[in-house]
Every structure is written in structure tokens, then in C-alpha cells.
């Protein structure tokens, strides 16, 4: 079966980095996208990766390596409006889009 | 005009109740979406339309049904749903479908409770 894996909560301090990584299996590979989404409300597209290596836009970069099946989204100088749901999500060979449970990332002063 | 629109934000009703959930989207889009979100689970993708065609078959119960009127609107009609039903329901737009790198944009659900 399709699987994406995302750790489903991570703690990280104001100012500071974090990673979240997503690992996948899937039946082939279009890209994989990163959204966030805030509490009660739409997911809000971050990031689209289908080649290897790191893309940056700002305080947020991904990475993608499609030989091991992975991904992270690296965010700097975390501010507390970043305390939100990261998503990943996979488009397989079906090109249907295969979405992790998401992150829940908690910003502390 | 905000990009995705979705009304009602909150629903409440009870098993034997008939209601619609309605999507429009303003950017020009060829291609609409309705996910079902459930708490720590992954977004589940209900159905697709193409150019007002439903070309996903994912398997979903018939008592939600989706009419697409035009290639700005999108419907969810539910009828006889099951407390399990309840969830947030995401309607999402993208320029095309079956391509790599089309972006989903997604309005801001329905909080459905069924009781």
C-alpha cells in the first residue's frame, strides 16, 4: 500500500530551527508538496519538490531525495505565527495526490 | 474575492437530515476537489472534477453525493449520514488535473457534526 510517515507533533523554540521530516512509499512519483495549514483553517501550499535537492523561499526551504523515499522542511528563525499543521504530500504515477496525517509544530517563547 | 469559498463554515444535523455543502472558487480553475479531514488522519480525497466531469472513482458511500454545475461551483449533498461522517470537509481548486505540478487550493472547510 501508499504510506506516508510525518511525526505528529514536534515542539520547537521562537527564533530558533526545526525539521520536519516525511518519508514515503508510494506507486511512483510526480513531486512532493508541503502545505500548512493553521487551526481551523485551509491548508496553504508551502513547497513543490520533483527533483533532487534543497529549494529555498525565504525562512522555509525543503529538501527532497528520491532514492530514500524523503523529505524535510526546514524552518528558520521560527516565529510563533509558524505554530500551524505541516502537511506532505505525494503525487504517485496515478497522478493522485497521497497526503501524510501532518505535523502539529508548537512554537514556544 | 477570496480565491476558494465555502458555505456553511458549520453544520450540525441530525442523521435523517438532508443538507449541501457548497464550493466555489474564483481563480479560474478547471479542476475541483472535495477531501474529507478527520482528526491525526490524512486528508481523504472524496471525489474530482475535470471540466464539470467526475474523473476520480474513489470508493465513497453513496449517501454523499457531488454535483458539479459548472467549472465554479461544486456541490456535496448529504443525506443519512452516520456520526463517523463527522469531520471537516475541504473543497479545493487546481488550474488543471494530471499534471505534476498542479497546486491544490483549498477553501477553508465545513465543520460538519453529525449527531
Known amino acids: 500500500g501508499q504510506n506516508i510517515d510525518q511525526p505528529t507533533e514536534m515542539t520547537a523554540t521562537e527564533g530558533a530551527i526545526v525539521q520536519i521530516n516525511c518519508t514515503y512509499q508510494t506507486s511512483g512519483f510526480n513531486g512532493l508538496f508541503w502545505y500548512q495549514q493553521h487551526a481551523g483553517e485551509a491548508p496553504t501550499f508551502l513547497s513543490y519538490n520533483v527533483l533532487d535537492g534543497l529549494e529555498e523561499k525565504g525562512r522555509f526551504s525543503s529538501f527532497l531525495s528520491r532514492s530514500k523515499g524523503y523529505s524535510y522542511l526546514l524552518l528558520k528563525e521560527l516565529q510563533m505565527k509558524d505554530s500551524a499543521s505541516y502537511l506532505c504530500a505525494v503525487r504517485d504515477s496515478n497522478y493522485q495526490l497521497i497526503w501524510g496525517a501532518g505535523t502539529k509544530l508548537i512554537i514556544k517563547p | 474575492e477570496t480565491g476558494v469559498t465555502q458555505t456553511p463554515r458549520h453544520l450540525v444535523m441530525g442523521m435523517t437530515n438532508k443538507k449541501s455543502l457548497k464550493c466555489e472558487q474564483h481563480l479560474g480553475h478547471n479542476a475541483m476537489y472535495w477531501y474529507k479531514q478527520s482528526a491525526k488522519k490524512p486528508l481523504e480525497l472524496m471525489f474530482v472534477y475535470s471540466l464539470e466531469e467526475r474523473v476520480e472513482n474513489n470508493s465513497v458511500p453513496s449517501r454523499f453525493s457531488p454535483e458539479c454545475p459548472n467549472s465554479s461551483h461544486l456541490f456535496l449533498h448529504l443525506h443519512t449520514l452516520q456520526p463517523e461522517d463527522s469531520a471537516l470537509y475541504l473543497c479545493?481548486?487546481?488550474?488543471?488535473w494530471g499534471q505534476g505540478s498542479e497546486t491544490q487550493y483549498f477553501g477553508p472547510g465545513t465543520r460538519l457534526l453529525v449527531l
Open positions: 479545493a481548486s487546481s488550474q488543471d
